[in-house]
């Protein structure tokens, strides 16, 4: 048990508050408590990291934009995130329909020609065994999705805002004398950061026993802003504030902690009849 010590006003009474101390490296057993699963074992593989390792806003972008074969092995994971589990939830599945329905764009159609057209002109694309290789060469459309308003769950909690992914298995061929796309499969996947960039965005309000909601979190930044602490003591007795900066300073104190890129397994599946020959 810790002693929290506050004043109302300066030169005032001061007030003593009994309060649990909460370790941030707590967090993903409150999450287990809720009965999260995938979250958990992301910010596990995050504090399990070391030495620390911050991403920069440079790198960040890098990663994310940039070409996915030049992520290092130790800053990405590929094998906790599972499509089966994210398809659990309305906000991938939703946009699953609409990439299995709309991948084929002109904006798709173009990108897989830019695909085709690298390392001299290709003539199979998807056959990749590494998810980095299938990222880099054999995408040709994706989304991204997610809100802060969404419900906080275990999805918001392990992916939040996120990249779905269309990359395609198939083969160049000629139909009537001219070059088509045989498109063998499609393949849905995720692909996300799992950092701690920007020191000020909120994280939630946590305890040893999960996160506060979003209606009872506003309350708590009520009287926490109008210095009711008694009330809030009463209230919400071992709850704190959490940011990314938070993170940060356990990186500092404690020299573990990494962020990476998150990337799901692939989900392979039949094209719509209509998309199985791309013309080029």
């Known amino acids: 048990m810790s002693i929290f010590k506050t004043k109302t006003v300066k030169g ?4 003593e508050i009994e309060t649990d101390i909460f370790y941030l490296n707590q967090i993903p057993d409150a999450m287990e408590k809720m009965g999260w699963e995938m979250a958990p074992k992301l910010m596990r593989h995050w504090f399990n990291t070391k030495p ?20 290092p092995n130790e800053r990405m994971n590929d094998s906790i995130i599972k499509m089966q589990w994210a398809l659990k939830y309305k906000q991938p599945k939703d946009v699953m329909d609409v990439l299995i329905n709309g991948w084929a764009s ?15 002109g290709k003539k199979t694309l998807g056959y990749e065994n ?4 299938i990222d880099t060469f054999s995408v040709v459309n994706s989304r991204r999705f997610g809100s802060k308003f969404d419900t906080i769950d275990d ?10 992914k269309v990359a395609v298995k198939g083969h160049v061929d000629k139909l009537n004398n001219k070059d ?11 692909k996300d950061t799992y950092d701690f960039v920007g020191s000020n965005e909120p994280l939630g309000i946590w305890s040893k026993n999960g996160i506060l909601d ?3 979190s506003v309350d708590y930044a009520a009287l926490y802003a109008s210095g ?10 071992g709850y704190v504030p959490v940011i990314n900066d938070s993170f940060r300073k356990w990186q500092k104190k404690h020299n573990e902690g990494g962020d990476f890129m998150v990337f799901s397994d692939i989900l392979w599946m039949d094209p719509l009849p209509q998309n199985r020959i791309i013309h080029l």
């Open 12 to 15: 005032g009474k001061t007030t």
């Open 52 to 71: 620390a390792y911050t991403f920069t806003e440079e790198v960040k972008t890098k990663y994310v934009t940039g070409k996915a074969i030049d992520i």
């Open 228 to 237: 009711s602490w008694m009330v809030l003591w009463i209230k919400y007795n």
């Open 214 to 216: 979003k209606v009872s």
């Open 155 to 164: 999805w918001y909690g392990a992916m939040g805002n996120s990249n779905m």
């Open 180 to 190: 088509v796309f045989v498109t063998e499969q499609i393949g849905m996947y995720l």
């Open 106 to 120: 002109n904006a798709g159609i173009d990108q897989l020609k830019i695909q085709l057209e690298k390392e001299g």
């Open 130 to 133: 590494d998810i980095r290789e």
